[in-house]
């Protein structure tokens, strides 16, 4: 079912107009809105995850339970990383899942995991029991990232789609927000000397619970996506579940036309597989072909290159570290006592949130090499100073708050223009550059490199903030400044870009031939069973790229 609907956005997004674009466009549908928001709650245990272990390691009470934990800079980055490596598994393994038994059930299933896993964390005794309730809701995490995301697109229309992706960006952001704001309110239960007490960490890890409980209920209540039931050849309930969806008749030519494309969209991608690998391939040896030639086609590498780097520089311009280890980075700064440590890690989550709005809403007019040129300068900026303050006082650090917090200040503004930049392009490039038949595989790859890249950052962090100290900022620092000079001599410009018009900047014709395979399949569907839309609607979607259609037969319904 890939790419039929991205691959003709400009065209069929002319076409499918319910409403404005954009939040204004999320006010009009506010079932759709609902909806969305709800099972955004799965950006937000991953965002919550992400930023609750940085509190949790610096409690004193914590401390004293885990001595060996806290004292360990590589067993810490082990405890703090594994939950990435089991992100990695959980997405690998929900693909065929959400196949399978539907985006809404793997979402319940999702949160099943999370809740075994959350409970083994905050009831643990040992730092076994950290280690595997760490990679068990990590699973969960990665299914979510995976599922939920996919779920939103599909149940949105064209014009609100960017919106409700972008919904599910900011509850990340709100669960890093929430996580640190709890710790530093948490931490004061018994004191926050050596008389704190056990609740101070186990309940933050704890409360994580009660939002996946809310999401595993409502899963029950959730509609199946409409593109998932066609390719169940459920086409009744698609159609239903889209005239629910978009609250117009059975009758409304827009509705109409969505429903062509999610059926031509199935038959797209049965077609494609039987020209290419023929009526007897196996599921296995196809999509081991297409991940061969990721890496064998020389524009389908050029794209994988992009994208996949994306990933890594994005991860090792250190941001995840200064999530994962907020505390420990003030600590290290010269601000002293966990209150204001927590307190400046709860600022990095306010700055993180409020910085992905303007990104939402202006990066389509910014561009994407602009951006991350923008994101690059500010970042290299924030970290060059950061890393020179630290290299000045050294251990006086300390006695020089004036200093301690004007490199804080330079953490938060690292944040800032790390959330409007690369935060955001690194997830919309490679849904973006690659051929509908293919895409889905190669954004799958990219979000398992940026795993692999977050496991290894988490991993080496705290022995580079205890072996080099100020040189952790400089390291990161080299790839803020490779980001920009890489994006200024590599990476083109696809923002406005059809589809079909990316082969004319990476090279190849796939995306055209898909096209026209595509406008086939609509010329034939527009005169089948009753649900017909007029010729000219067709073609104002194929000829505004140059590509005729069929004459067709049969009568098509005006306007």
């Keep these: 079912m890939v790419g039929v609907t991205a691959g003709t956005a400009v065209a069929g997004e002319q076409a499918i107009e319910y409403g404005p674009a954009g939040y204004r466009g999320l006010v009009k549908e506010p079932r759709l809105f609902a909806l969305a928001c709800f099972a955004s709650i799965g950006g937000m245990l991953f965002g919550y995850d992400q930023g609750v272990i940085s509190g949790v390691l610096v409690m004193p009470n914590f401390i004293q339970h885990f001595p060996t934990l806290a004292n ?84 949105a229309p064209p014009n609100i789609r960017g919106a409700l992706i972008a919904l599910q960006q900011l509850s990340i952001t709100v669960g890093i927000m929430l996580s640190f704001w709890l710790n530093y309110g948490t931490q004061h239960i ?55 969806l ?81 505390p420990q980075f003030f600590k290290a700064i010269g601000l002293s006592g966990n209150s204001i440590n927590l307190l400046a890690t709860g600022v990095v989550g306010i700055v993180f949130f409020l910085s992905t709005i303007p990104a939402v809403m202006y990066l389509d007019r910014w561009g994407r090499r602009k951006t991350l040129i923008m994101g690059s300068i500010g970042m ?60 889905g595989k190669a954004v799958g790859l990219a979000i398992s490199t940026n795993y692999l890249a977050n496991f290894i950052v988490a991993l080496i962090t705290p022995r580079m903030l205890r072996s080099i ?5 400089y390291f990161f620092l080299v790839f803020c400044i490779l980001l920009g000079l890489w994006t200024y001599f590599c990476v083109p410009e696809t923002k406005g870009v059809p589809i079909e018009e990316m082969d004319k900047i990476f090279g190849g014709n796939t995306g055209e031939a898909d096209l026209r395979r595509i406008a086939d399949i609509r010329a ?28 067709h037969d049969g009568v098509h319904e005006a306007r």
């Design 469 to 473: 100290t100020f040189g952790t900022f």
């Design 524 to 551: 034939r569907l527009s005169s089948m069973d009753g649900r017909q839309v007029r010729e000219a609607d067709i073609k104002e979607e194929t000829t505004a790229y140059g590509i005729e259609t069929k004459g």
């Design 380 to 439: 290299s900026i924030a970290q060059f100073v950061v890393a020179t303050i630290y290299a000045a006082y050294k251990e006086t650090l300390s006695a020089h708050p004036a200093a301690g917090w004007a490199a804080c200040v330079f953490v938060w503004l690292y944040i800032s223009t790390f959330a409007f930049s690369i935060a955001c392009v690194n997830w919309i490039m490679p849904s973006e550059m690659f051929p509908p038949a293919i895409r």
């Design 72 to 155: 360990d800079a590589t067993l810490q980055g082990w405890a703090v990383s594994i939950m990435t490596l089991g992100a990695m598994f959980g997405a690998f393994i929900n693909g065929p899942i959400s196949d399978r038994f539907s985006r809404r059930w793997s979402i319940l299933y999702a949160n099943i995991v999370f809740l075994a896993g959350s409970v083994v964390v905050a009831a643990a005794v040992n730092v076994a029991m950290i280690f595997v309730g760490r990679f068990v809701f990590g699973t969960a995490i990665g299914m979510l990232a995976m599922v939920v995301p996919l779920y939103l697109s599909e149940l």
């Design 246 to 326: 978009r609250r117009v008749p059975a009758t409304d030519y827009r509705l109409k036309l969505e429903f062509l494309e999610i059926k031509a969209a199935r038959m797209f991608d049965e077609q494609t597989r039987l020209e290419k690998y023929g009526a007897t391939a196996s599921n296995l040896a196809v999509s081991l072909n297409e991940y061969k030639e990721l890496f064998t086609v020389r524009h389908l590498r050029k794209r994988t290159m992009i994208a996949c780097l994306l990933q890594v520089i994005q991860q090792f311009t250190g941001i995840n570290a200064i999530i994962y280890y907020a």
């Design 190 to 244: 018994g004191g926050t000397g050596e008389g704190q007490s056990q609740a101070a960490w186990r309940l933050p890890l704890a409360l994580q619970c009660f939002p996946s409980l809310i999401l595993a209920i409502g899963t029950f209540v959730l509609p199946y996506s409409p593109r998932w039931l066609m390719n169940q050849a459920r086409e009744d309930e698609a159609l239903s579940t889209l005239v629910r």
